[in-house]
Every structure is written in C-alpha cells, then in structure tokens.
C-alpha cells in the first residue's frame, strides 16, 4: 500500500494567516492526489483533486500544488469557516489511501 | 444536485454480518464508481471498495475476504456487506460518488459527493 504522510498533525493559527499543510506518498502517484476538509461529526468535504484542480464551489484561498510524492495545500487566508481537519488521499493505486489529517486549531 | 442517503443496522454483535445501502439521488447511477469509506472514532479515513453501475468492483485487500460491495440499478442503491465483525469494525461509515479524470492509459477517480454517513457500533 501505498503510505501517506501528513505535516504538522496539528497547526495552530489565527484568521488571516497564510498555511501550508504538506502531504507525502511513499511512492509517486503523479497528481493524482485529492484535498479534503472534515469538519466535527460530518462527512469530508472535496477541496481540490488532480493535486491542483479547485472543486467547483470551493473558495479560491484554496490551492493544491505537487506532483510525484510531495504535494501542498495552501490557504491564503485563513477564514473562520476553515478551521477543520484536512486529508490528504492518493487515487493512484489500489487501495486507496488517505494521509492521517491534519488538524487547524484557533490560536 | 446529487444526494447520498445511507442508512442500515447501527448496533451488531461480535461475527455479526454489517450490511448498509446508499441510494443515489438527483444524479446519473451510471457512468460513475460508487465508494464505501469508514473512519474510527477519533481516527482516520480508510476506503473500503467501490463498484460501478455494471458490477465491477474493487476492494481493499485488508477486507477484501469479509466484504462485499453490490449494486441495484433499478433502485440507484449500492450496498457494503461485511462479515464477521468485531469491535475494530466500529466506525462511521460513508458513501461517495467517484468522478474521474483520464490519464495517458487509465482513468482515475476521487471521491466529489458523499453521504453524511452512518454510525455503526459492534459490541457484546
């Protein structure tokens, strides 16, 4: 199986901030790596696929950037709303697998 | 504006078989994969298997001897079986539709919509 890695587990910042969550495949997947946001007690949320491609309806802060095995997420803004948990997922390889999240807390 | 609603037995016992369907609202059934997807409590995400309108489905090979994944045109439904639970299986369980994008061989698929899910607790 292919291992996804995420970094920090945990990022504390404040509304405003610029973010980078960055996620690692233990093999290339190419771009094809997903970006989505959970939110407590509810289903995750697409944010980006194709590693950079914006899913219709997400805010343009949003932004994915990568290929081959290191990828980033960006939000260049942070906004009330955006603080969730993020996963990272490759759809390179069967089985699919996710990263373990990372959790945006309110500093 | 596609909708998943999932739904099944959210208390089993331990080698209980859990059994849950989705059905599909508001969308095309074919021409898309359709995933199961559970998270632990306080964990995360683990993709379970997905099918296709015509049947052909994958699995993932950590479940793949108790799981099996099947599908109802006639309804829009897809639906997750799994064999002899225990307390590990305890999770949320989700649905999703895959969309897909082509590569130079291959087609690929993440997962756009899911179902708000549904709780299942295995316990004696």
């Known amino acids: 199986d292919i291992q996804m890695t995420q970094s920090p587990s945990t990022l504390s910042a404040s509304v405003g901030d610029r973010v980078t969550i960055t996620c690692r495949a233990s093999q290339s997947i190419s771009s094809w790596l997903a970006w989505y946001q959970q939110k407590p007690g509810k289903a995750p949320k697409l944010l980006i696929y194709?590693?950079?491609s914006l899913e219709s309806g997400v805010p343009s802060r949003f932004s994915g950037s990568g290929s081959g095995t290191e990828f980033t997420l960006t939000i260049s803004s942070l906004q009330p709303d955006d603080f969730a948990t993020y996963y990272c997922q490759q759809y390179n390889n069967y089985p699919y697998t996710f990263g373990q999240g990372t959790k945006l807390e309110i500093k | 504006q596609v909708q998943l609603q999932q739904w099944g037995a959210g208390l089993l016992k331990p080698s209980e078989t859990l059994s849950l369907t989705c059905a599909v609202y508001?969308?095309?059934?074919?021409?898309?994969?359709w995933n199961w997807i559970r998270q632990p409590p306080g964990k995360g995400l683990e993709w379970i298997g997905k099918?296709?309108?015509?049947?052909?489905?994958s699995y993932n090979p950590s479940l793949k001897s108790r799981v099996t994944v099947s599908v109802d045109t006639s309804k829009n439904q897809f639906s997750l079986k799994l064999s002899s639970v225990t307390a590990a299986d305890t999770a949320v369980y989700y649905c999703a539709r895959s969309k897909w994008s082509q590569g130079s061989y291959y087609y690929y698929y993440y997962m756009d919509v899911w179902g708000k899910g549904a709780t299942v607790t295995v316990s004696s």
């Open positions: 194709d590693a950079s």
């Open positions: 508001g969308g095309s059934f074919s021409g898309y994969y």
């Open positions: 099918i296709n309108h015509s049947g052909s489905a």
